[in-house]
């Protein structure tokens, strides 16, 4: 396991977050409340608009109207900065094919400044199921170890706010299991979208996407 | 509103009429003839399509900040004007290129300023039709007007200087004799009348360009 | 909070690295930048038989294999992280101002690479020696910082807005037409024609659209790279 957990005191706050694309509406006056340790579902039909939550809810996306606040110990974080504390894994989400695993890692640990390093890359490798592959570049790479590669480096960056979009999309057995049990070794905020049932009840509330 | 409208109808013809009458040939244009009374419709038209892109500009920065709907109507409804007005003034500056130096076109610096205005008017909107996402097309077409607004000082104050001092031919004549002439009396009069009229004329059309892509933004 | 254990710096060398790294790898643009550089440099050393050229029409020339050519790829860094997603890993992960002149720098790279590229074949295959090698330098220097700087938000702006090609082209050309009149008047005195007597002006201008065009490219990246 990688890292320390330092950020015990984060908090997500939504209030009145509506958005749409022309009639279709994603939320309308929705509200929620995340905190560190605590876990949220995001569920929905296929095109009911759980990527593009996550994306607001990340800053990838601006909503039509509603406030989202992320703040630490009651002191709210800057928008701009707001990607210094999240993890995201989605399909949305790719990481450099012309670059080896451990290549992608080192260039977020330098660019974003996570403080990490050569040691924690391959800690972090053994843990998603990569160990010894960390120094083949990317695009040799199953979809399933490029999955696996995400997480590893959401794990690195050690975020306050993890946020996973389909989580187990093109895992197998191995790396479902390698999945939920490093999630339940780590204190973070969670944040899960997705269709499966038994996905969505690992987390301990649920907001329902569409209405 | 009414107001406006009025005043850009009943000052643009006064100036229709007072340009061929009041106003006496201006002898310093380059042209002895009737020709120099397109100065009178010229040079405000060119003033009016510089003035679009300034507010087109500054409506782009609010924009950006405020990510309001309207802020981007204005916007755009005035670089529509801007790109309008700027063909009018750059077809009306040939025809006096032609009286004044015999050429419809030669490349003196305000001709290619209205040129280049003309094309990033032209850029402006190809790529605002490119782009399907609303949220996209207005921030991503705000970015490139307020880009190239702070580009354009550098084309409208530094070049025609270069151009004097680099550019040893005909132009220097053209620069040399332009524009510097004293006005007064009854053309003087004309002419801020004109500047008047024009610019009511532009905040008439920008309102009601406004209204009317209001009204399509509430139906699409 | 988290901690933030590298300097602007760093994050923006990573950025350069990063880019290079890929880009000796799968040599994408720098391919279309050197293949377009030389079709159109051989086209033009054909239709005027190697002779003839006045330091004007050179210099026009010059900037027009230039323009052209750095407009085929200059895009492409940003073109390629958004299609293949990995913007939103970068989106997530550095901050704007490392994406901006890590890109910036290596877009640099790459028209410098391309001018001293394109110098000698200039000499050789168009007949056309310089003749002050201080003004061209520093013509080329500053061009090419002129350039990059427009280049790198409008290629950004086309990224994100998923249009391509052609609209690169059409969106640079009018806020880089100040840039290359003046280039064309310096190249012109540095292939030995024109008049010295501006030159300084130029220079001046040349330097201040960098620095304006750099500016407000770092200031307006933000609103075109995030929402």
Redesign the interface.
């Known amino acids: 396991m990688v890292g320390e957990q330092?950020?015990t005191s984060f908090a997500l706050q939504i209030e009145g977050l509506s958005k749409s694309f022309g009639k279709r509406v994603i939320c309308r006056g929705a509200d929620l409340r995340l905190a560190t340790s605590e876990s949220l579902a995001v569920v929905g039909p296929n095109g009911s608009g759980k990527s593009t939550l996550v994306k607001i809810i990340?800053?990838?996306?601006?909503p039509d109207a509603g406030a989202i606040t992320h703040s630490?110990d009651s002191t709210e974080v800057e928008r701009?900065?707001w990607?210094?504390?999240?993890?995201?894994v989605?399909p949305?989400?790719?990481?450099?094919?012309?670059?080896s695993g451990s290549?992608n890692l080192d260039?977020?640990n330098?660019?974003?400044?996570?403080?990490k390093s050569a040691a924690d890359y391959t800690a972090v490798l053994d843990e998603v199921g990569l160990g010894g592959r960390g120094h083949d570049l990317v695009s040799t790479y199953s979809s399933g170890m490029k999955q696996r590669l995400k997480y590893a480096?959401a794990f690195l960056?050690?975020p306050?706010l993890l946020i996973l979009d389909e989580p187990t999309a093109n895992l197998d057995e191995d790396g479902v299991a390698r999945v939920w049990s490093s999630l339940a070794r780590r204190t973070l905020a969670l944040i899960i979208a997705t269709n499966e049932p038994s996905e969505a009840e690992r987390a301990q509330s649920r907001f329902v996407v569409g209405r | 509103m009414g107001i406006v409208r009025i005043a850009a109808v009943v000052l643009i013809t006064i100036v229709i009429i007072a340009a061929f009458t009041i106003a006496p040939p201006l002898a310093a244009m380059g042209t002895s003839g009737a020709a120099s009374r397109i100065f009178f419709f010229h040079v405000p038209m060119a003033q009016v399509s510089f003035l679009s892109f300034v507010v087109a500009a500054v409506y782009a920065i609010v924009y950006l900040r405020t990510r309001k709907t309207d802020h981007d109507l204005f916007s755009s409804v005035s670089a529509e004007l801007g790109l309008v007005f700027s063909i009018v003034a750059m077809i009306t500056g040939s025809i006096w290129a032609k009286q004044a130096w015999g050429a419809y076109w030669n490349w003196d610096p305000r001709q290619l300023f209205l040129f280049v205005l003309v094309l990033f008017y032209g850029a402006f909107f190809a790529l605002r039709q490119a782009i399907v996402q609303a949220d996209a097309r207005r921030r991503l077409s705000a970015v490139y007007l307020i880009f190239g607004g702070a580009i354009s000082p550098l084309l409208f104050f530094v070049l025609p200087r270069m151009y004097q001092s680099l550019h040893e031919d005909a132009n220097q004549v053209v620069v040399a004799t332009q524009g510097k002439f004293n006005m007064s009396g009854p053309v003087a009069t004309v002419f801020i009348t004109s500047i008047a009229g024009f610019l009511c004329l532009y905040v008439w059309l920008l309102k009601l360009g406004v209204a009317a892509a209001r009204m399509q933004e509430e139906q699409g | 909070m988290p901690k933030a254990a590298s300097s602007s710096a760093d994050r923006i060398w990573a950025i350069f690295a990063k880019d290079a790294r890929s880009e000796y790898r799968t040599r994408f643009a720098v391919n279309a930048l050197f293949l377009f550089a030389l079709v159109t440099l051989t086209a033009l050393s054909f239709a005027t038989g190697g002779a003839g050229l006045t330091p004007l029409l050179a210099s026009v020339f010059f900037w027009v294999i230039v323009f052209f050519s750095a407009l085929s790829s200059l895009a492409q860094t940003f073109v390629k992280e958004v299609e293949t997603k990995t913007a939103t890993f970068l989106r997530l992960t550095a901050p704007d101002d490392a994406v901006f002149f890590g890109k910036w720098g290596f877009n640099l790279l790459l028209l410098l690479l391309l001018e001293a590229v394109l110098t000698p074949l200039f000499i050789v295959m168009l007949n056309m020696p310089v003749a002050n090698w201080t003004v061209w330098i520093a013509t080329l220097i500053l061009g090419a910082l002129g350039l990059v700087s427009t280049t790198t938000l409008i290629g950004a702006l086309i990224a994100v807005a998923g249009v391509r090609g052609a609209l690169f082209s059409v969106l640079s050309f009018p806020v880089l037409l100040p840039l290359l009149v003046v280039l064309i008047r310096t190249t012109e005195v540095a292939f030995g024609g024109g008049l010295e007597v501006g030159l300084r002006d130029g220079f001046l201008v040349l330097g201040t659209y960098a620095v304006v065009a750099t500016t407000a490219g770092w200031m307006l990246f933000p609103f075109v790279w995030r929402e």
């Open positions: 330092p950020h990340a800053g990838l996306m601006r630490f701009a900065v990607h210094r504390h999240i993890g995201l989605s949305e989400l790719a990481l450099y094919e012309e670059l290549e260039f977020g330098r660019v974003g400044g996570w403080g480096a960056k050690d306050a």
